[in-house]
C-alpha cells in the first residue's frame, strides 16, 4: 500500500453506529468486554460451558509457553456437539443446510436429524474401512453435503480430518497425504464447476502413486463420469455408508484430542500442517460465530460463502454453526460472470440474514456493478462479514450501502489458519465501525501492534501484529515439526505470537491490517507462499533460476508475478514465445494448482541481485507494481530487462 492511501485509510472520519434495535438485542452487550477482561480464563470457561460435554475440565488451561492446553481434563465429542444435542433437544426437523448445487440445478435442504443419521452411517463406515481414533483421513471433496458428513464422521471416531482444497493438484494433494500420514482418503469422481462436470478422482489415483500409507479410497458419486477403478483399493460410498446401520454411540475424547489439521502456506515451499485441538476450538468456534454474527439460531438464515477447503470453511460453514444449531446456506458454485445474480437470488429465496465473504467477492460483484443486485429483495439482510485480506473502503462502503442496503453493519473479521476462529473484529450491535479496520480484539483475546523490537507502539503507530495471550482455538503446533512452530510464530518477539501481518493503530487505538509482511502472497484470499511458487517454477527443466512477487491487482488483492531466468539451453527465440510463458504458468498450476497460476510471467536474461547474491525482491515488485505489463508478457521483453537493468544500475545493492 502507498503511503498517501494508507494515510487516507488512518483519517478515515466516517463512523457506522449500530442500528438501535440490533444493538438492544445484541447477543454481545458493551459490558462483555470488561467482563472478560477481569477474569480472562473464568470468561472462557463460561463460553466452553455453552458445549455439550461428558466430563468437565479441571483446568481451564495450562500454558506452558508456546505449548497450550485448553480444558484439561475435559471430555466431549465433537460431532455430538454438532448434530446429536440438537436433535436431542427437539431441534431434528430443524434445516442445517440449504445445500444449493452449482448452477441451483438442484436444492437439497439437510435437517439435523438427516446429518446425524448420515453421519452416524459414515462414522460406522469409516469405523468398517479400518479408521480408528488418532488414524488421519484425508478428504478431497467438492461442496456437497456429503463433505460435511465425513469431517464430522471422522470427529466422532476421533480421526483428525485433513480436508485439502479441491482445486489444488495432485501433487500438493500428494504431499499432505504423506505428511499427514493418512491412512484413507474420501473423495468424488467429479465435480461441477460453471455448470459442467469437472474430474476429481483422476487427481487423487495420481497422487496415490506416491503415497504408501493409504489403504482405501472411499467415493462418492457426484457426477456419474466414469473414473478408474482400483478394486483392492477404492470403494463407493453408496456400497458402505448408505447400508451401514445409523445407529452409532459416540465415544467422548479428551479436549486436546486433535480434532483436524489444515494445511496451509508458509515462507519455506513446504506447506505447513496447523493443528488444532478439540475443546477450546469447538468453544471459539461456536463463541465468535454466536457473537460476531449476533447469530439467533431461531431466525436467522446463515451463508457463509468459502469452500470448506479453507479454515474459513471449517470454522464458519461446519463447526460454529452447527454447534450454535445454525440454519445455514451452502453453495456448491462460486460467481461467476455467466451467472452474475445467482447470490442475489440465493438471498432473496431464501432470506439469507447474515452473509460472510471475501473483498475479493465484493470487488467482483462491484465490477458487475450495482444494478444487478436491483431487482432483487435483499432486506432479510442484517449483518455482513469480511474475511481473507484487508478491505479497502470502497468495496466497505459498496457492501454496506448496495447489499446491506445502508442499514447492516459490516464486520471485517481478522485471523488466521492458525487461529482458528477469529481474533480481531467488532461486536455488531456494540462498534461503531469504520470501513477498512478490524477494529479491536475480541473480549477474552489479546492482540498488540509493536515495532521491531516488541515494543508495543501505543495509539497512532504502525508495525507488526501480535497476539499476547494464548486463546482457545490457537493452533497447537504444526503437525511432526514443534521446531518450524516455535521458530515460525514465537521466535520473532519472546513469548509472544507473531502473525506475520502488518498493522496499524489509529488514534483511537483501533486496529487496521495491512497485509503480509512476510513472504507470503494473499491472492483472493488465499495464501500462496512466494517460495513455493519459486520452487514449482525452477523444477521446470527450461527453467535455471525464479523469482517470485506479490504485485497489488485491483480485483484479487495481490496477483503472482514471476520473473524467469531460462537455463542455457533454452534458445532465445524459444523462451521469447508465448507458448513458453504459457508452459511454465500451466506447469505451476499442475505441481501448485491453479490458484498458484502466476499472472504474468517475465522472462529475463538475469535476475537483479544483491552482491552477496540475493535477489532483489523490493525492486521486482516496484516492476511488477509500477509498470504496465499487459496481461500475460511473453518475454524476452527487452523493456523489463532495461528496467531491471536500469533500476539495478540505480539502486541500493545492499537491500536485504
Ligand atoms: C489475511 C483466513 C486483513 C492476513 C481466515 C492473515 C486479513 C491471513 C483478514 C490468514 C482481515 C485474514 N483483514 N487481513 N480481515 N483476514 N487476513 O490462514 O494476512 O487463509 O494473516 O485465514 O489472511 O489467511 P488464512
Given at each position: 500500500?502507498?503511503?498517501?492511501?494508507?494515510d487516507?485509510?488512518?483519517?478515515?472520519?466516517?463512523?457506522?453506529?449500530?442500528?438501535?434495535?440490533?444493538?438492544e438485542?445484541?447477543?454481545?452487550?458493551?459490558?462483555?468486554?470488561?467482563?472478560?477482561?477481569k477474569d480472562?480464563?473464568?470468561?472462557?470457561?463460561?463460553?466452553?460451558?455453552?458445549?455439550?460435554w461428558?466430563?468437565?475440565?479441571?483446568d481451564?488451561?495450562?500454558?506452558?509457553a508456546?505449548?497450550?492446553?485448553?480444558?484439561?481434563?475435559?471430555?466431549?465429542?465433537?460431532?455430538?456437539?454438532?448434530?446429536?444435542?440438537?436433535?436431542?433437544?427437539?431441534?431434528?426437523?430443524?434445516?442445517?443446510?440449504?445445500?444449493i448445487?452449482?448452477?441451483?440445478?438442484?436444492?437439497?435442504?439437510v435437517?439435523?436429524?438427516?446429518?446425524?443419521?448420515?453421519?452416524?452411517?459414515?462414522a460406522n463406515?469409516?469405523?468398517?474401512?479400518?479408521?480408528?481414533?488418532?488414524?488421519?483421513?484425508?478428504i478431497y471433496?467438492?461442496?456437497?453435503?456429503?463433505?460435511?458428513?465425513?469431517?464430522?464422521a471422522?470427529?466422532?471416531?476421533?480421526?483428525?480430518?485433513?480436508?485439502?482444497f479441491?482445486?489444488?493438484?495432485?501433487?500438493?494433494?500428494?504431499g499432505?497425504?504423506?505428511d499427514s500420514?493418512?491412512?484413507?482418503?474420501?473423495?468424488?469422481?467429479?465435480q461441477?464447476?460453471?455448470?459442467e462436470?469437472?474430474?476429481?478422482?483422476?487427481?487423487?489415483?495420481?497422487?496415490?502413486k506416491?503415497?504408501?500409507?493409504?489403504?482405501?479410497?472411499?467415493?462418492?458419486?457426484?457426477?456419474?463420469?466414469?473414473?478408474?477403478?482400483?478394486?483392492?483399493?477404492?470403494?463407493?460410498?453408496?456400497d458402505?455408508?448408505?447400508?451401514?446401520?445409523?445407529?452409532?454411540?459416540?465415544?467422548?475424547f479428551d479436549a486436546?484430542?486433535?480434532l483436524?489439521?489444515?494445511?496451509?502456506?508458509?515462507?519455506?515451499?513446504?506447506?505447513?500442517?496447523?493443528?488444532?485441538?478439540?475443546g477450546?476450538?469447538?468453544?471459539?468456534?461456536?463463541?465468535?460465530?454466536r457473537?460476531?454474527?449476533?447469530l439467533?439460531p431461531?431466525?436467522d438464515?446463515?451463508?457463509?460463502a468459502?469452500?470448506i477447503?479453507?479454515?474459513?470453511?471449517?470454522?464458519y460453514?461446519?463447526?460454529?454453526?452447527?454447534?450454535n444449531?445454525a440454519?445455514?446456506?451452502?453453495y456448491?458454485?462460486?460467481?461467476?460472470?455467466?451467472?452474475?445474480?445467482?447470490?442475489w437470488k440465493?438471498?432473496?429465496?431464501?432470506?439469507?440474514?447474515?452473509?460472510?465473504?471475501?473483498?475479493?467477492?465484493?470487488?467482483t460483484?462491484?465490477?458487475?456493478?450495482?444494478?444487478?443486485?436491483?431487482?432483487?429483495?435483499?432486506?432479510?439482510?442484517?449483518?455482513?462479514?469480511?474475511?481473507g485480506?484487508?478491505?479497502?473502503?470502497?468495496?466497505?462502503?459498496?457492501?454496506?450501502?448496495?447489499?446491506?442496503?445502508?442499514?447492516?453493519?459490516v464486520?471485517?473479521?481478522?485471523?488466521?489458519?492458525?487461529?482458528?476462529?477469529?481474533?480481531?473484529t467488532?461486536?455488531?450491535?456494540?462498534t461503531?465501525?469504520?470501513?477498512?479496520?478490524a477494529?479491536?480484539?475480541?473480549?477474552?483475546?489479546?492482540?498488540?501492534?509493536?515495532?521491531?523490537?516488541?515494543k508495543?507502539?501505543?495509539?497512532?503507530?504502525?508495525?507488526?501484529?501480535?497476539?499476547?495471550e494464548?486463546?482457545?482455538?490457537?493452533?497447537?503446533g504444526?503437525?511432526?515439526?514443534?521446531?518450524?512452530y516455535?521458530?515460525?510464530?514465537?521466535?520473532?518477539?519472546?513469548?509472544?505470537?507473531f502473525?506475520?501481518?502488518?498493522?496499524?493503530?489509529?488514534?483511537?487505538?483501533d486496529?487496521?491490517?495491512?497485509?503480509?509482511?512476510?513472504?507470503?502472497?494473499?491472492?483472493?484470499?488465499?495464501?500462496?507462499?512466494?517460495t513455493?511458487?519459486?520452487?514449482?517454477?525452477?523444477?521446470?527443466?527450461?527453467?535455471?533460476?525464479?523469482?517470485v512477487?506479490g504485485?497489488?491487482?485491483?480485483?484479487t488483492?495481490?496477483?503472482?508475478v514471476?520473473?524467469?531466468?531460462?537455463?542455457g539451453?533454452?534458445?532465445?527465440?524459444?523462451?521469447?514465445?508465448?507458448?513458453?510463458?504459457?508452459?511454465l504458468?500451466?506447469?505451476?498450476?499442475?505441481?501448485i494448482?491453479?490458484?498458484?497460476?502466476?499472472?504474468?510471467?517475465l522472462v529475463?536474461?538475469?535476475?537483479?541481485k544483491?552482491r552477496?547474491?540475493?535477489?532483489?525482491?523490493?525492486?521486482?515488485?516496484?516492476i511488477?507494481?509500477?509498470?504496465e505489463?499487459?496481461?500475460?508478457?511473453?518475454l524476452l521483453?527487452?523493456?523489463?530487462?532495461?528496467?531491471?537493468?536500469?533500476?539495478m544500475?540505480?539502486?541500493d545493492?545492499?537491500?536485504?
Amino acid at each position: 500500500m502507498t503511503e498517501p492511501a494508507l494515510d487516507a485509510l488512518l483519517h478515515e472520519g466516517r463512523r457506522f453506529d449500530p442500528p438501535v434495535e440490533l444493538a438492544e438485542n445484541a447477543n454481545a452487550q458493551p459490558e462483555i468486554y470488561e467482563h472478560a477482561a477481569k477474569d480472562r480464563l473464568g470468561f472462557w470457561a463460561e463460553q466452553a460451558r455453552e458445549l455439550t460435554w461428558d466430563t468437565e475440565w479441571t483446568d481451564v488451561l495450562e500454558w506452558n509457553a508456546p505449548f497450550a492446553k485448553w480444558f484439561l481434563g475435559g471430555k466431549l465429542n465433537a460431532s455430538v456437539n454438532a448434530v446429536d444435542r440438537h436433535v436431542a433437544a427437539g431441534n431434528g426437523d430443524k434445516v442445517a443446510f440449504h445445500w444449493i448445487s452449482d448452477g441451483d440445478t438442484e436444492r437439497r435442504d439437510v435437517t439435523y436429524a438427516d446429518l446425524k443419521r448420515e453421519v452416524c452411517k459414515a462414522a460406522n463406515a469409516l469405523t468398517s474401512l479400518g479408521v480408528g481414533a488418532g488414524d488421519r483421513v484425508t478428504i478431497y471433496m467438492p461442496m456437497i453435503p456429503e463433505t460435511v458428513v465425513t469431517i464430522l464422521a471422522c470427529a466422532r471416531i476421533g480421526a483428525p480430518h485433513n480436508v485439502v482444497f479441491c482445486g489444488f493438484s495432485s501433487d500438493s494433494l500428494s504431499g499432505r497425504i504423506n505428511d499427514s500420514d493418512s491412512k484413507l482418503v474420501v473423495t468424488t469422481d467429479g465435480q461441477y464447476r460453471r455448470g459442467e462436470p469437472a474430474p476429481v478422482k483422476p487427481a487423487v489415483d495420481e497422487a496415490l502413486k506416491s503415497t504408501p500409507g493409504i489403504e482405501k479410497v472411499l467415493v462418492v458419486r457426484r457426477t456419474g463420469t466414469d473414473v478408474e477403478w482400483d478394486e483392492g483399493r477404492d470403494v463407493w460410498w453408496h456400497d458402505v455408508v448408505e447400508p451401514a446401520s445409523d445407529d452409532h454411540t459416540p465415544e467422548p475424547f479428551d479436549a486436546e484430542h486433535p480434532l483436524f489439521m489444515m494445511y496451509t502456506s508458509g515462507t519455506t515451499a513446504k506447506p505447513k500442517g496447523i493443528l488444532h485441538t478439540t475443546g477450546g476450538y469447538l468453544t471459539q468456534a461456536a463463541f465468535t460465530h454466536r457473537m460476531v454474527f449476533d447469530l439467533k439460531p431461531d431466525t436467522d438464515v446463515y451463508w457463509c460463502a468459502a469452500d470448506i477447503g479453507w479454515i474459513t470453511g471449517h470454522s464458519y460453514i461446519v463447526y460454529g454453526p452447527l454447534v450454535n444449531g445454525a440454519t445455514s446456506v451452502m453453495y456448491e458454485g462460486t460467481p461467476h460472470p455467466a451467472d452474475k445474480d445467482r447470490w442475489w437470488k440465493i438471498i432473496q429465496d431464501l432470506k439469507v440474514s447474515i452473509l460472510y465473504t471475501a473483498p475479493t467477492t465484493i470487488r467482483t460483484l462491484m465490477k458487475w456493478g450495482a444494478e444487478v443486485l436491483e431487482p432483487y429483495d435483499l432486506s432479510s439482510l442484517r449483518i455482513l462479514g469480511s474475511v481473507g485480506e484487508p478491505i479497502n473502503p470502497e468495496a466497505w462502503i459498496w457492501y454496506r450501502e448496495n447489499v446491506g442496503g445502508g442499514r447492516t453493519p459490516v464486520v471485517d473479521t481478522w485471523w488466521q489458519t492458525e487461529t482458528g476462529a477469529i481474533m480481531i473484529t467488532p461486536l455488531p450491535g456494540i462498534t461503531a465501525t469504520k470501513p477498512g479496520a478490524a477494529m479491536t480484539p475480541l473480549p477474552g483475546i489479546s492482540a498488540d501492534v509493536v515495532d521491531n523490537s516488541g515494543k508495543s507502539v501505543g495509539e497512532s503507530g504502525g508495525g507488526l501484529l501480535v497476539l499476547t495471550e494464548s486463546w482457545p482455538s490457537m493452533l497447537r503446533g504444526i503437525w511432526g515439526d514443534d521446531e518450524r512452530y516455535q521458530e515460525t510464530y514465537w521466535s520473532r518477539f519472546d513469548g509472544v505470537y507473531f502473525a506475520g501481518d502488518g498493522a496499524k493503530k489509529d488514534d483511537d487505538g483501533d486496529i487496521w491490517l495491512l497485509g503480509r509482511v512476510d513472504d507470503v502472497m494473499n491472492v483472493s484470499g488465499h495464501r500462496i507462499s512466494t517460495t513455493e511458487v519459486e520452487h514449482a517454477l525452477v523444477s521446470h527443466p527450461s527453467v535455471a533460476e525464479a523469482a517470485v512477487v506479490g504485485a497489488t491487482d485491483p480485483t484479487t488483492g495481490q496477483a503472482i508475478v514471476a520473473f524467469v531466468t531460462p537455463r542455457g539451453s533454452v534458445a532465445e527465440d524459444e523462451s521469447a514465445g508465448e507458448e513458453f510463458v504459457q508452459g511454465l504458468r500451466d506447469h505451476v498450476a499442475k505441481q501448485i494448482g491453479p490458484i498458484a497460476k502466476p499472472r504474468q510471467v517475465l522472462v529475463t536474461p538475469e535476475l537483479p541481485k544483491t552482491r552477496s547474491g540475493k535477489i532483489m525482491r523490493r525492486l521486482l515488485r516496484d516492476i511488477a507494481e509500477n509498470r504496465e505489463l499487459g496481461d500475460v508478457t511473453t518475454l524476452l521483453d527487452p523493456t523489463v530487462t532495461e528496467a531491471i537493468r536500469d533500476r539495478m544500475a540505480g539502486s541500493d545493492t545492499k537491500e536485504d
